[in-house]
């Protein structure tokens, strides 16, 4: 299963974490620590897997991507496969760039909830549910589009009683 | 330059509008991006928080607005800052009608808590309430946080509903069911067992994604128990057939490749299902075959679905057409330039030498190539392959390679990784015992602090047993080889402790014995060592006990020996330590010198460290000991179970403090007042009327107590054997390790014994060295173009033909390795000492060939020859203490020589030379024990039980205690 999904700033600051398997907060920055330490040292044009037993337990891998100023890292054990894993990051990149036209990192800062419905809808509980970024455009939009209709439904009603009541 | 850029683009996005996001957050970000220092950063965020904490708190804050704050509060905890405050506010939201709000609060509250947390409790309710919504979108976001927050006991709470959305019209919802079930599955398998037909049923759902997210719970379900869901193969082959035929909408196809990410699934299920399953693997080959065909080698994610195929094929029966696919797709992966492909490459084909060794042969330069690669994740790889394929014909190359490897890594827990392969291998494969020895000697020397100690143990075992009985000349050869390297290494800075006491025992033992070196060069050399460590009491303490060991030897050949002044001045600066064991080791070097070459030759044997060591764990020994003191009035001893927990202890202390007067020491802590209030109640009330009591209320728990100490008065006449032995015998639990009596020495010592007779044969080692120079001759036929070098670390690697005439030896030589007891009879000329003692000669090698080349990953851990040497080691530091062969009784001197010789290797160890004296012995055995806890490291648990034993026996370990010493063997 996929055990965690994070983006990272090549000046080591998080961008989005998400882990799988529950990570208590205060180690979140270790974490983070500790893999941004193996991606600095990675020179280019190698193969994008490391092995991270050392960070996430024996048996734990990860894929990376270095796209622009942006670490993309996936944390997965022996039951996924490397070269799927890339593709899904590319997955994921490609999505993030068809929802933000041309994402960059300042997007990811603004919009990490976003980044987390579009996460939800490419994995579940750790595993890959969705790997067709049309697809998961499609169920975010619907998403955003019912989000804005009920937040104007539930403002009016606001509005209008709050008037009432004074 | 960078920041002012980011900062230009916020400022546009925030004319835009962006994402609905405030400027407030806006100037967060902004100011959290031109910080300058961590410090100011933390400042900033920390004035945030105060800020959140203040307005998430307002009751007058707009919902519309508390989304934003949640979001800014989630921010500021990525960034690692505490925000537990907020935990309790996301919950709240998730309450929420709204649609945004509630979405927002199940992602804060998935992204803070976890299934323990309190407040889980409360998001349980909204998560059932949420499941039954007619909103598809709220029944998803349910979902999603019933995955991350549902635990094992409010799973029964939502698993109705979730069974019923599997039903649900819209497939994203019940693929999320599906899912959020595999969850429950995996937290709890338990409560979900009988939902596992859903899991079936799902798997013909109308939708493919349904069906892709089904195979993630199966796959787990049939990884359990694969012989349950057999008849499921051929609907799994059917399925795959039609997703490679491109039967699904192409909506699935990702980069031209239909519904990849399903095939992989499909593939790793039919690995498990296939594996050591002929009909079933049977219905896969045709399928299998049409996927590589298909086989799309230009994109990455057909590269993805050709991997998977290879490791489908190497673990279903092998069928050769198909691993002659697999294995040509593997070479078309090593020969790319993408590192990923070579790591995949490396990756199958360490997978495919399972089945078939002599695909390895062919890529042998493309797998140095990867050996070289400035890629370390490829590097690790390649060394992962190569410690599958290694047998006794390589093994010196690619032990080599990887200690040269381990030498530059900086990463512990690699390098340990790497080292404990290195020990493995060469333990395993050791073509001879100097290689092992050298080679153990560069493991140590490159990462002594990281390797087991117990390998450490293991080596000095060898060199003190060497070859064999049958071999003397051989075993000195080695060990004084092992001493010329060990000079030749001490003077080096930096060594680790454990390879510091290796080269310290090794010296003391076999400095001297080939006489090429004289004494005082060997105890100068110990002093520097002992020097050079000063923080390191376990190395000055194998120091000194080398030094006693050579003058010991000395004296024996009747050679006069000076005092180094070097040496003068460690022992005299020893005596005074704060360490009472060094100190101890010290007086005795002193008092040994004193000795005559009569006494010395008993108490200190030549070569005395491959003894057995028998353990009388009754003490009969200390019979008459024990009868004497109770004649003269000690208290008997009370077992530990009879006092019932540390009250009652403290209870029949102050009890006999009462009686017998406060004239012994006193080990544990003051008792708890309440306790010997009850007690004096409990003496009360059995000999006199209660009334003059104050009536204290007792506690229940008390009484057993009261029992306990009743029962007392009778235990002063059970016979002083028991008494006063067990009294020893109390100490020793209250601080000893709790294996000590647990320990049979008898057995492994026999079995030890056994072994040793039954486990030389002289066959296979023939057939590996033959082996071995047919290897080296093969190399030179082996004529291209390519470097000189790599071929020739080709050749010694992969081995051609010579690798295939040694097949055999070999294959028997990998079963050893699982069993790891044949090895001696089968392999390897080394008769590698450490496994020796493990041999079963019942199994005869012939029989294991037909297991043939078994995933050597199966092979057990390496542990497994350091138990059994634990196992001798545990008694053997034991023995002194609680055995010991009754002096008086029997006056067997010898026998008591051999016990305590039996310690030599420790060192400091010194038998009595009036066995026949109850003190005496008890004295020395005493000693044993200290020299024996010593040899585990001076760990505080350890000193504490010593100076308990100490006191015990009556010596204060400071002053008195040579002049004791003296008086005993005066």
Known sequence: MIQAVMVISTQAKPRLLKFYNFQPPEKHQDLVRGVFQLLSARPDSVSNFVEVDAIFGPGTKMVYKHLATLYFVFVFDSSENELAMLDLVQVFVETLDRCFKNVCELDIVFNFNKLHTILDEMILGGQVIETSSEQIMKSVEEIARLEKQSSTTSLIPKSISERFSR | MEQLRTIGRELAMGSQGGWGQSKEFLDLVKSIGEARSKAEEDRIIARELEHLKRRLADPDVPRRKMKELLLRLVYAEMLGHDASFGHIHAVKMTHDESLPLKRTGYLAVALFLDERHDLVILVVNTIQKDLRSDNYLVVCAALTAACRLIGEEAIPAVLPQVVELLAHPKEAVRKKAVMALHRFYQRSPSSVSHLVSNFRKRLCDNDPGVMGATLCPLYDLILEEPNSYKDLVVSFVNILKQVAERRLPTSYDYHQMPAPFIQIKLLKILAVLGSGDKQASGHMYTVLGDIFRKGDTASNIGNAILYECI??????????????????????????????????????????????????????????????????????????????????????????????????????????????RCVELAEQFAPSNQWFIQTMNKVFEHAGDLVNIRVAHNLMRLIAEGFGEEDEGADSQLRSSAVDSYLRIVGEPKLPSSFLQIICWVLGEYGTADGKYSASYIIGKLCDVAEAHLTDDTVKAYAISAILKIFAFEVTLGRKIDMLPECQTLVDELSASHSTDLQQRAYELQALLGLDKHAVESVMPADASCEDIEVDRNLSFLNSYVHQALENGAAPYIPESERSGAISVGSYKSQEQQETSAHTLRFEAYEMPKPSMALATSQASMSAPPTDLVPVPEPGYYKEDHQTSRSQPSGDAVSGEFGVKLRLDGVQKKWGRPTYSSSTPSSSASSQQATNGASHSDGGGATSSQARESTYGSKRQQGTEISAEKQRLAASLFGSAAAKADRKAQASRKTAKESASTEKASASSAASQPIKEQVIPAVPPPDLLDLGDEPVSSSPPIADPFSQLEGLLGPASATPVVSGTPAASTSNAQDLMSIFSDDVPTGATSGSADPAVGDANLMSSHKGATAAAAKKGPSLQDALQKDATARQVGVTPTGNNPNLFKDLLG
Request: aromatic share 6%.
């Open chain 2, 311 to 420: 490791c489908c094929i190497s673990s279903i029966f092998p069928n050769p057409k198909m691993l002659e696919a697999a294995a040509e797709t593997t070479s078309k992966f090593l020969k790319s330039d993408s590192h990923n492909l070579k790591y995949m490459g490396i990756d199958a084909l360490g997978r495919l030498i399972k089945i078939n060794p002599d695909i390895a042969e062919e890529h042998q330069l493309a797998v140095i190539d990867c050996l070289e690669d400035p890629d370390d994740t490829l590097k690790r790889k390649t060394f992962e392959l190569l410690y599958k394929m290694t047998k006794s014909t390589n093994v010196e190359v690619i032990v080599d390679r990887m200690i040269e490897y381990m030498i530059n890594i900086t990463d512990h827990h690699y390098k340990t990784e790497i080292a404990s």
